[in-house]
């Protein structure tokens, strides 16, 4: 999907990050444009969310996403660990992109729920995009926001299957146990009516 993105809507970096909704943590989980090592030490890293979701504001509304301009973003673009870069794309022109200007594409659930963010930097014609290359954007994030969704329920699945099957094998074992006992009680049963019956042999000698 990234580069997908990169090749198809014209940005050279982009970065896909994942929300953990029980933490509310960030975590990056794909990249294009990024050197390899640099990527290595950001997917470790876990962002809080609200340091994220703060910047998208109305103020920043482009259609369903975000345009955090430079003047605004420094923290943003920190805390998300995107590398700085001086050259300016097509900074003589009117609405040219500027270094630490950042389009942030929230994912969404089936239900509206977050569940992630794109964000993309570094456009290859140096200009701030148009409203329609944010809706081609938008498209291609709406399909990594299936990808997404659906493998957060193969895991949930995964994992309630393996619960289940934990709690059969624990049921089987409970079974065991008393069927053990059981057997136990049985024998515990025959030696005691067997003592009572030599007990009554002796006391009928008497």
Request: some cysteine.
């Amino acid at each position: 999907v990234t580069r997908a993105i990169s090749e198809t809507v014209g940005f050279n970096l982009v970065l896909v990050s994942t929300l953990d909704p029980e933490r509310e943590t960030l975590h990056h989980i794909a990249q294009y444009g990024m050197l390899d090592d640099t990527f290595t030490k950001l997917s470790k890293k876990a962002i809080p969310w609200d340091k994220i979701g703060r910047h998208m504001d109305d103020e920043y509304r482009m259609s369903s996403s975000y345009l955090v301009i430079h003047e605004k973003s420094a923290n943003l673009v920190e805390t998300l660990g995107i590398p700085r870069y001086a050259k300016a794309f097509g900074s003589d022109r009117p609405g040219s992109w500027q270094p630490g200007d950042l389009l942030l594409v929230p994912l969404r659930s089936t239900t509206g729920e977050p569940i992630g963010v794109v964000s993309v930097d570094q456009p290859r014609d140096g200009m701030i995009p148009t409203r329609n290359t944010v809706e081609l954007l938008e498209i291609f994030c709406n399909q990594a926001a299936i990808v997404l969704e659906n493998s957060r329920l193969y895991q949930s699945a995964e994992d309630r299957a393996e619960e289940l099957t934990q709690s059969l094998a624990n049921l089987s074992k409970s079974y065991d146990e008393l069927d053990n006992l059981s057997r136990e009680m049985i024998r515990k049963d025959a030696e005691l009516s067997h003592a009572n019956e030599l007990l009554n042999q002796r006391a009928q000698r008497l």
